[in-house]
């Protein structure tokens, strides 16, 4: 593992496909600019509308969804993490599915989204995830980079799930992706929190590509797109707008932190 530049990009997505492909390139080429050779994009990137909408669209989503983050890979020479979108299951649901991709277009690790958001909230959102979307049923894997540490996926509600992020930890994860849609309303009580929590128990970088503003009716997510190093520390912080938090993953500062604290070794229960 080397020292490297890694992106979480900030959007905000609509109910326009290609206008959000446009938006993420653009957001991809800015964090190429300025050295990432890691790039992460948000839970619903490619797609944030209605679910109806959504189900209707979704092999068509999938299928550009996917071409999109193998040609970017390409171009940019750059490894990408798609944060999450639908991939059909039957004609009624989907796979919340988070794909990464390797700079000659490849494939290297997959997730399907198992802890799903069905939640009313005191802001008038009603969220009921699982009604289109079917819950994966394989903890997330964790890809071993030579050149960017070992690399763990998870999706949005499970940051609200620390066992998983355990599992991850006891894999070998080094960096662990967070991409989210998180609400606006539960974001600025718990994102920051829960990110910062999450890297401070399991000596963890994280990367939390986000989604930001209005997105249609009364949907609106928080933003703040965040870097944040194993002690807990926040490197990067996008705000409250579209664009991009970047900063340095080093080897040397997660050995030194897991030197200093060594909690993953003195774990009693497994």
């Not at 990110?195 to 939390?208: D, G, K």
């Amino acid at each position: 593992m080397k020292s490297y530049l890694a992106a979480a990009v900030q959007m905000t997505s609509v109910p326009d496909l290609e206008k959000n492909l446009v938006q993420a390139e653009e957001l991809i080429e800015l964090a190429v600019r300025q050295g990432a050779e890691l790039v992460t994009l948000p839970e619903n990137f490619s797609y944030l509308g209605r679910e109806e909408d959504k189900i209707a669209q979704a092999a068509a989503i999938a299928s550009k969804s996917e071409k999109f983050l193998r040609t970017v890979a390409q171009r940019f020479q750059v490894t990408i993490l798609g944060g999450g979108f639908p991939v059909p299951v039957d004609e009624r649901k989907v796979y919340n599915t988070a794909l990464l991709i390797g700079p000659s277009g490849e494939e290297l690790a997959c997730y399907q989204k198992v802890h799903l958001f069905d939640v009313n909230l005191p802001d008038g959102n009603t969220y009921h995830e699982s009604s289109t979307v079917q819950a994966g049923t394989q903890l997330p894997v964790v890809y071993p980079s030579t050149e960017l540490g070992h690399l763990g996926l998870s999706i949005c509600y499970d940051v609200r799930f620390p066992e998983l992020y355990r599992h991850l930890a006891y894999k070998g994860a080094d960096v662990m992706f967070i991409p989210a849609a998180f609400t606006a309303y539960t974001g600025k009580d718990h994102w920051q929190i829960l990110l910062q929590a999450r890297a401070i128990e399991n000596t963890c970088y994280i990367l939390a590509p986000a989604q930001t503003g209005k997105h249609y009716a009364l949907r609106q997510s928080h933003g703040h797109a965040m870097v944040i190093d194993p002690w807990g520390v926040i490197l990067a912080d996008a705000g409250d707008r579209p664009g991009v938090a970047i900063a340095e993953i080093n080897p040397v500062r997660l050995e030194q932190v897991r030197r200093q604290m060594p909690s993953l070794q003195h774990r009693v229960f497994v």
